[in-house]
């Protein structure tokens, strides 16, 4: 047995009363967040472990302990109404959980991390092109209720409020073309207008979606941030990342996705992008835990232009 030390014995007597004693067990918190940007995800991480029933290697499931009750919530939710919008192996299957401990079984991750993918060109503008296909049936699961609809609708506004609250809490900290630029983009953003709603997963980056090659589905995992809210701030993460360098892949990931940018969601992704690469934003699992102050302003970032 390995690293049987790790996942506590509450969780592991629940979980073995479900699929039988674990023969293995990995512990890949730090794998995933590792990937995980701390500006877009900030608060506490959840834990995970890889584990098989056999020795031999048997079947192969993820043990998840959320680090909330909202975040277990969201995944659980996600999992129940929405994953299954997605199609088969288009992310882990839910086999239990557990509201007293938090934690979630699911079957393994499928596929590797796109992160990990040593494909460029128009091998990888393939992978994007899928991406943005999968994360538009994404964002259509479910449906709003009038209740989550007015949440999700103040999202902008809020992230805002809680940006300048950042700013101004920092004072002399943040030196003052920094200040005035990050107080710019928080009011840029709340006057962006109506912008799409959806069901979004909250993390998407190049970890949470997952390549098995050409023919098996793009895959994603880890639902624990997963809400309704405005979709353009699923664009946040890669923005940031691949496609910030390689505009060609934010172009085939937008032909996937069916649709182009409307003007509102360019600006309010250009001031999310600039307001979370500072870590002034908040994200992820609760609006109460995401209040992040005293981080610096980057130099204003170019505007998207899909």
Known sequence: MTGATTLPDPVRAWAESVIGPLADLHDTSADRSSHADRS??????????EVTTRPDGGERFCVKIAPSPLAFTRETFAHRHAVSFLGPGRAPRLTATSAQHLALIMTAAPGTPLSAL???????ETVHRRAGALVAQLHQAGKLTRTAREEASQTLRRTADRAERSVRGAGDQMPP???????DRAAELR?????PLGYIHGRLDEHTLRWSGTREPLALIDFEHARFAPVVQDFVPLARGPWADQPRLRTA??????????????????CLTAL????LGAWGAGHEEQEIAGRRVPEPMREATV
């Open 253 to 270: 990931f937008f032909t996937g996705y069916g649709r182009r940018l409307l003007p509102e969601e360019k600006r309010a992704l250009h």
């Open 177 to 183: 073309a920094e200040r005035e630029f990050a107080l």
């Open 40 to 49: 877009l995800h900030a608060g506490r991480s959840s834990r995970v472990w």
């Open 191 to 195: 006057t962006v207008g109506r912008v």
């Open 118 to 124: 040593r494909a460029t060109g128009a091998a990888l």
């Open 276 to 279: 979370h690469t500072a870590g």
